[in-house]
């Protein structure tokens, strides 16, 4: 009896030690399930937020782009009388010194047609942008200027001038996630700034949301003037 008894023990004691391993192992399982499944969650929302901020920039790039194609059609044709009148020469070439924007009509056009392409207030962005129109002169180059602060307008001799003051300025505007230094003539051989009228847009460290983070990003978008027969 007294051996049935230990027998009877050691069965029950055996049977409590397979049923422990039995539930830790199920525990284990359940636990490594629950992480695999958080882990595949956050994977699944760092992809959806990369993915939703990559759109969201696209969208801000293209309509940047149309905007300032807007913009340029903007030729003040009172001020460019001369300008255009030996724009065309019997060699074929054209010749755009002393073409200019209507700078009231250029900017309308810009901020219209963002307005109309992306729903984005532009005051979200006044803190962050910088318009620039550079137009060829005889002796050098005109160019006007202008942020939330000021609109500067202006005469240089060399599109070089004109890079330090737009960095400038742009460095005025405050402490800078994206340190971009614009470099408007980066073709040391190319002139093309020098020949044709410019409206250009500098937008730096602008927020734009994810699914669940936020992210900055530069945008510089420029175009030139064109004039036909």
Do not use: W
Request: net charge neutral; hydrophobic share 40%; charged share 25%.
């Amino acid at each position: 009896m007294t051996k049935t008894c230990g027998l009877l023990q050691k069965l029950n004691a055996e049977l409590k030690r397979i049923i422990s391993d039995i539930d830790g192992g199920a525990m284990s399982v359940i636990i490594m399930g629950i992480a695999g499944f958080f882990v595949a969650i956050l994977i699944f929302l760092s992809i959806a937020d990369i993915s939703i901020y990559s759109y969201k920039k696209r969208l801000i790039g293209v309509a940047l782009d149309y905007a300032v194609s807007a913009a340029v059609q903007e030729i003040d044709t009172e001020k460019s009388r001369d300008g255009i009148a030996r724009a065309f020469s019997n060699d074929g070439k054209v010749s755009m010194t002393g073409v200019y924007f209507n700078e009231a009509k250029a900017d309308k056009a810009f901020e219209s047609t963002i307005t109309d392409n992306i729903n984005i207030d532009l005051k979200s962005m006044n803190n962050k942008l910088i318009r620039v129109m550079v137009s060829p002169e005889t002796d050098g180059i005109y160019y006007s200027m202008r942020d939330i602060n000021k609109t500067e307008a202006g005469h240089s001799e060399n599109i070089d001038q004109i890079e330090s003051i737009l960095n400038n300025r742009m460095n005025s505007l405050g402490n800078t996630v994206d340190n971009h230094k614009v470099f408007v003539n980066g073709n040391a051989a190319s002139n093309s700034f020098e020949k044709r009228p410019y409206y250009m847009v500098f937008i730096r460290d602008y927020e734009i949301d994810g699914l669940i983070s936020h992210r900055k990003a530069t945008f510089i978008c420029f175009k030139a003037a064109k004039i036909y027969r």
